[in-house]
């Protein structure tokens, strides 16, 4: 069974790490141990959600659930309560693991994790960085991880923004061209409500293919037939000028944001 290690401390735990809950609970995972710390006090279900910090026993696993830029105000008060046997994951956007060691000096364990969305259905992707050897470590926030879907690791923060611009924003862009067919349906004439369900369900019968193996080339080869309606669609996307420069700019622009958060977050510390 998987079980969180007791005290663990959720400090902040709104989209992103009450996804995470609701993917272990999916997972059966043993979450007895686990306190959420927000302000709003708002419940998360399945844990204890309180809006300070608990006196007594100190967390020995820390995740970093807050936005990036909520760093200076939460490290004063919490980075003392972090020892020597406590293991902080840390979900924050392009903020550094050496920005982080920096915060949580005492800290066994500092380690990234860039995770999305479809985290809560257990068909995440969480991508995973850390500068310290603690081979036990590793394989807790490993196992804790896998249990929400694809959990690599990455050598270089350059290679876990990239990872971040695809798979953590990943969900907002193939949500946004799933509107964008959805639109474009309206405009062909179909009404927009339908036009909405069919866009979605189109998304995720595409999934379903990808779920089983198949790959995205397989599948825009078994649709496009020779000379056939799809295929002068294709031509459209393929073009010098179509979607892979459009996605390219896209994620350059995420990637460069991640960029300037490091460098927040680096100059505040
Ligand atoms: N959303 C994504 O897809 C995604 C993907 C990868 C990584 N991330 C990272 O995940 C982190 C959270 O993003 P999110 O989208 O989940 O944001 P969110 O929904 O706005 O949640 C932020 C959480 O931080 C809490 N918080 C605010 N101030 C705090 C403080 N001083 N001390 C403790 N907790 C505080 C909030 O509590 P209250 O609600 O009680 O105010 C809330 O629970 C970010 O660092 C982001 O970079 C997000």
Known sequence: MIALPEPAWFVGCGNMAGAMVDGWRKAGADLSGVTV???SGTPVEGVRTVTAYPAGDKPVFVMLGFKPQKLDEVVPSLAPLVGSNCIVVSLLAGVSAETLRARF??????VRAMPNLAVSERLGVTGLHAVEDDLEARELVEGLMSALGLAPWF?????L????AVAAAGPAYVARFAAAMAAGGEALGLPADLSRQIADKTLVGTAALAAKGESMESIARRVASP???TEQGLRVLDASDGLQPLVDRMLEAAVRRGRE????AARHG
Do not use: K, M, Y
Request: without cysteine; negative net charge; aromatic residues 4%.
């Open 37 to 39: 710390i927000r302000p």
């Open 261 to 264: 958060l490091a460098e927040e």
């Open 227 to 229: 000379r056939g309606t």
């Open 161 to 164: 923004g990239a990872l971040g």
């Open 105 to 110: 000096p005492s800290a066994r364990f500092v």
């Open 155 to 159: 050598e270089t923060e350059a290679e």
